[in-house]
């Protein structure tokens, strides 16, 4: 099966969410051996966050074909499929899950793809959960060398293998470097799906950012967001700014977004985050800006990453004008590659699956966690994706290969609907009631 540089190189991609499918198919390009023609399959693991034809088209990224899936649909496909290729996609569970039952697919054979995986963008929390269940793949992807380090000391502390760590960089970085202010000037605050997580909080960041284009008239204030109501993401979004802006008097420079991050970046002169991986794409191409403190630096938000950016500061002082520099050295170790060295960030991942492709043969799958080491966690892991313990498929699970019919596909659609109107109305009124 190896493939040559002449050869078309098959490549698949599982992924669970829009960002996930982005990351993935991305990456898949980038890590490709040179001069190879690649065929992209994609496959969107079937969920909550199954991304919608509006939330691919946004992602801009193609696919030769592109369906979805349940995992064990997904796991028979690769029984057939003779990839060359294969880039898992998805929450850390997912990839354990997927690992656990392409080798009990593969068990004997020494013909089977590559297997790739890896994170989104920024890991500041459950790193040790996240890489142990992402442990077995041939290639663990890390977005920096911050993170290489990182990744490598977990799995050498547990007495794991840690040659599948690969320093890569993020996939979808790019666009022209800023080259000064624009007119009118923009600000750009991106937000996030999960956080903050709670109304009070989210309130304040909308009126300040409102409040900043009262305070600059001649700024034009962009509210970046990332999904439409009843759309999900990665993350789960309660409560939506589309809905929390409304009854608000806004001023006439201030507008809400949709589209590709590139594009909106393309017109900024200062992005304002909490914690989002645009901050990461921003520093790439040179352009201010600046991660907020007016909640504090807390790991639960997400920006105690971003000490010793030199990014850190509040709504106050953005409104003074309050302009950021970026410490060289921290964002030299994000795989920010601002300084020229991006397009040989994956240098590296592309001569170990080159390797991979010319040898004689592949090794079996081997992930720390098996029932041995982890008796009472993975068989819940693995049950979530109709599982048994040894990545059998268990008795009743979703049949392969057979379209589903129209009443089937209505089900779907409705629990779906269910979950998000539960995610977004009624679990805030819950909330809200809990804390009478």
Not at 12 to 40: F, Q, Y
Not at 42 to 62: C, D, F, S
Not at 405 to 423: C, K, L, N, T
Request: glycine content about 10%.
């Amino acid at each position: 099966m190896p493939a040559s540089a002449t050869q078309t190189l098959r490549v698949a991609v599982l992924a669970d969410s829009d960002t996930r499918w982005k990351w993935g198919s991305l990456t898949a390009n980038r890590i490709a051996p040179p001069n190879s023609d690649i065929s992209l399959d994609g496959y969107l693991l079937r969920g909550r966050a199954t991304p919608t034809a509006r939330q691919l088209k946004e992602v801009g990224v193609t696919a030769d074909s592109l369906r979805e899936v349940t995992a064990v649909e997904f796991l028979r496909a690769m029984e057939k499929e003779p990839y060359d290729l294969l880039v898992l996609s998805l929450v850390g569970g997912g990839v354990q899950a997927m690992l656990h039952g392409l080798a009990r697919a593969w068990d004997g054979r020494t013909e089977r793809p590559v297997v790739v995986t890896g994170y989104v963008g920024v890991v500041y929390e459950k790193l040790t959960d996240g890489l142990l269940l992402r442990h077995g793949a041939d290639l663990v992807l890390a977005n920096s060398r911050q993170d290489a380090d990182r990744f490598t000391a977990v799995y050498d502390g547990v007495g794991a293998d840690s040659s599948a760590v690969t320093e890569v960089a993020l996939p979808f970085l790019g666009g022209d470097a800023y080259t000064g202010e624009r007119d009118p000037y923009t600000v750009v605050f991106a937000v996030q799906p999960s956080v903050p997580d709670n109304r009070r909080d989210r309130d304040y960041l909308l009126n300040r950012a409102i409040q900043h284009a009262r305070f600059h008239p001649n700024r034009e204030v962009l509210l970046k967001l990332r999904s439409k109501p009843g759309e999900h993401t990665t993350h789960i979004e309660e409560l939506p700014y589309q809905k929390l802006v409304q009854g608000k008097d806004l001023p006439a420079n201030f507008s809400l977004v949709y589209g590709h991050m590139g594009d909106v970046l393309d017109r900024t002169d200062l992005l304002v985050t909490i914690s989002s991986t645009a901050a990461l794409e921003s520093l790439h191409r040179r352009i201010p800006t600046v991660v907020l403190t007016d909640l504090g630096i807390r790991e639960g938000l997400g920006n105690h990453h971003f000490v010793g950016s030199g990014c850190l500061a509040s709504w106050d002082q953005l409104d003074a004008g309050y302009r950021p520099v970026p410490d060289a050295e921290w964002v030299a170790r994000q795989g920010v590659a601002a300084e020229g060295s991006y397009e040989t960030a994956f240098d590296a991942a592309r001569e170990r699956i080159a390797k991979l492709l010319a040898g004689d043969g592949m090794p079996p799958l081997t992930p720390y966690y098996t029932p041995e080491t982890a008796p009472g966690y993975l068989p819940g892991i693995l049950a979530r994706h109709h599982l048994g313990p040894d990545g059998t498929p268990l008795p009743g699970a979703p049949a392969a290969d057979k379209e589903p019919g129209p009443v089937r596909q209505i089900v779907r659609r409705a629990a779906r609907g269910a979950y998000r109107h539960g995610v977004q109305r009624v679990a805030p009124v819950i909330r809200r009631m809990g804390e009478l």
